[in-house]
């Protein structure tokens, strides 16, 4: 008898081929209206999520911010940083009293980070944790400055112009959620803003490629 062939099903998947990984690569951020990006160390790589928080600060408690190490082109291991490996890390300046940031700018224009502890400006730093704790996955800062800042916040937040979950967010650990803004050593003189979006090769936002080996 004539063999008959077998019609094959079509096989249907609904298979997401959204690029989980963020490998496309990062972008070079080498100029944001009204800040000020180091680009001598070719460090200054970031994913456009990145960029688009760094030009959101333009204008945030006065602007002109600095802003150090965010990641090399390719990712990976960036000199002595255990991080700023995917392009989701920045260091950017603390502002001081009478509208400045804690930096020391040379003659030849070339500047550095400089301890923000006698001159920060409390109120301007307030509002900076404020506008990037929404983007971001966590900050770091120098515990010696939060009693202040927990301060005013409360003051805030008796005035009504500032919820207690706000607050909580930025300075409490609760119901097993970190707090964003955290503790590690030598942060005294600049923000470490993480992002709690994907870095590159960086799915879990934990400021790592995830395809370099890590000493």
Do not use: C
């Not at 079509?10 to 180091?38: A, F, P, R, S, Y």
């Amino acid at each position: 008898p004539p063999v008959v062939p077998v019609a094959t099903p079509e096989v249907t998947t609904d298979v997401d081929h959204t690029d989980h990984d963020h490998t496309e690569g990062l972008v070079n951020i080498n100029q944001v209206e009204g800040l000020n990006i180091k680009t001598s160390r070719n460090r200054q790589y970031g994913t456009a999520a990145m960029r688009d928080y760094l030009k959101s600060l333009g204008n945030v408690a006065g602007g002109n911010y600095y802003v150090g190490d965010l990641s090399s082109e390719h990712g990976g291991k960036l000199g002595n940083h255990k991080s700023h490996q995917s392009g989701i890390d920045a260091d950017i300046s603390i502002p001081t009293t009478g509208d400045g940031h804690g930096v020391k700018v040379g003659q030849d224009g070339k500047w550095g980070f400089r301890s923000a502890s006698k001159n920060i400006d409390y109120n301007r730093t307030l509002s900076f944790l404020r506008h990037s704790a929404p983007s971001s996955k966590r900050i770091l800062l120098d515990r010696r400055f939060y009693p202040e800042l927990k301060r005013l916040a409360q003051e805030k937040v008796n005035a009504k112009t500032m919820k207690q979950g706000e607050h909580n967010r930025l300075f409490v650990n609760k119901h097993g959620q970190r707090r964003i803004v955290q503790h590690v050593k030598g942060h005294h003189n600049h923000f470490h803003v993480r992002l709690n979006t994907p870095g590159l090769n960086d799915p879990r936002s934990a400021g790592r490629h995830r395809g370099h080996k890590h000493g």
